[in-house]
């Protein structure tokens, strides 16, 4: 009885399990996004530093993020991540992720970057409309990607066609 007590929950437990958790805890997914994005949109420096800023204390997000800088810094371009623990602590970036559970900070943190060629991007519905560039959003199970070209022109980048054609526009 107890054996099939164990049985029952682990069933249960796998089938709440959804991609939609795995996606919004696996930030190895986002970073790999955001280094593709790096190659999509034009900075107006093209300097030999990339400053990528992470709101909030989110471990999961810093490690996947530090482990992208690493494996795809070398060729004349340094990938550096850095942790703003509050809106105040925003900097000097090129780009500011705001993971979804830090989103309420996003509106101080948007205006400090505000009139800089700093792309927003953050994973929670609705930041679009808030002044995020690029918006993580799981559709059909699958990690996707709300994409402003307003907002990101207001920042003074610009975004190739080629990304266009596979965001979600907003």
């Not at 796998?14 to 790096?38: E, G, L, P, Q, R």
């Not at 990938?79 to 780009?95: E, L, T």
Request: glycine share 8%; proline share 2%.
């Amino acid at each position: 009885m107890k054996k099939l007590l164990v049985i029952l929950f682990i069933f249960i437990g796998m089938s709440s399990f959804s991609s939609k958790t795995y996606f919004a805890t696996d930030y190895k997914f986002h970073s790999v996004y955001i280094y593709n994005f790096t190659k999509y949109i034009q900075w107006p420096s093209n300097g030999a530093e990339f400053n990528i800023s992470i709101l909030g204390n989110q471990p999961e997000a810093v490690n996947a993020f530090k482990a992208m800088a690493d494996a795809k810094s070398g060729s004349g371009k340094q990938y550096k991540v850095k942790v703003a623990k509050s809106a105040g602590d925003v900097s000097d970036c090129d780009i500011l992720f705001i993971p979804s559970n830090y989103s309420k900070m996003a509106g101080d943190a948007m205006q400090k970057v505000a009139g800089s060629n700093t792309l927003v991007i953050t994973e929670k519905e609705g930041m679009i409309a808030q002044g995020s560039g690029i918006n993580f959003i799981i559709v059909d199970n699958k990690l996707k990607f709300e994409l402003s070209k307003t907002n990101i022109d207001k920042a003074g980048l610009k975004v190739s066609s080629q990304l266009l054609q596979m965001a979600i526009l907003k």
